[in-house]
């Protein structure tokens, strides 16, 4: 059931002629929680456990802070901040005390305390719910090539996926697909990609002879949008 739930969303970032139906989904995603933690989630006591537990990364806690609900965020934060506090007194008081031990063991246990520092400040609730549920997504995507021929099709006929979710893919589909499955759909995959970059890398070409001024061809929208879309293709985001 669920795999079947999971078609809409895919078919729908194919239909859409992203440039990556991946991107597109993450889009999707990225939009959807940030909005679901800075609504009325925010004051349901399950949720704050979690938020005070994992907290967000920079690029999601400025999305939260730019999507307008100050108070709830405030109020998110300032619980956070408690229980980041309390875990810090924890580490102090370790490091301190290891601090001027030079046994094997204490040094094991200094940068283990340092790790699990900068752990907590990778933890992202945000990334962790995409990176599940993308999971789901390019596991169903590599399904479908294989299963439906109406997919496969368009797929095909598609820019295929970016090369930053690239080795994603092959790790989910080497995961999950049969090995004659996973060499079809492998086979394919990078078919396709490497169609795109030919065009893409073309159209760059094409857009530095415009610059040229024995070249009297006109500026074509294609051709205007060809940076942006080759940033796209190898990133997955246009940066900004």
């Known amino acids: ?44 006591p399950e949720i704050r456990v979690t938020v005070n537990r994992t907290g967000f990364c920079p690029r999601h806690f400025q999305l939260m802070n730019d999507a307008g609900n100050k108070l709830g965020v405030s109020l998110m934060t300032a619980t956070h901040i408690e229980s980041i506090r309390e875990r810090l007194r924890d580490d102090s008081r370790r490091l301190i005390r290891l601090a001027s031990r030079r046994s094997p063991r204490a040094a094991k246990a200094y ?20 990176d599940h549920t993308m999971r789901n997504y390019a596991y169903t995507l590599a399904r479908m090539y294989g299963d439906e021929s109406a997919f496969r099709e368009a797929f095909d006929a598609s820019s295929g996926i970016c090369i930053g979710h690239l080795p994603f893919v092959c790790e989910v589909a080497r995961d999950s697909l049969a090995p004659r499955r996973r060499e079809e759909f492998f086979a394919a995959l990078f078919e396709i990609v490497d169609r795109d970059l030919e065009e893409i890398h073309g159209d760059l070409g094409e857009f530095a002879e415009r610059f040229d001024y024995r070249n009297s061809r006109p500026m074509t929208e294609a051709l205007r949008n060809v940076v942006p879309r080759a940033i796209r293709k190898l990133t997955g985001r246009l940066l900004v």
């Open 1 to 44: 059931m669920k795999y079947q739930l999971e078609t809409i969303p895919v078919w729908k970032a194919i239909e859409a002629s992203a440039p990556c139906p991946l991107c597109f989904l993450a889009d999707q995603l990225e939009s959807q929680y940030v909005r679901f933690y800075v609504g009325d989630s925010v004051m349901t």
């Open 111 to 130: 940068r283990a305390t340092v790790a699990e520092m900068e752990a907590r400040n990778r933890s992202c609730l945000v990334c962790d719910r995409m």
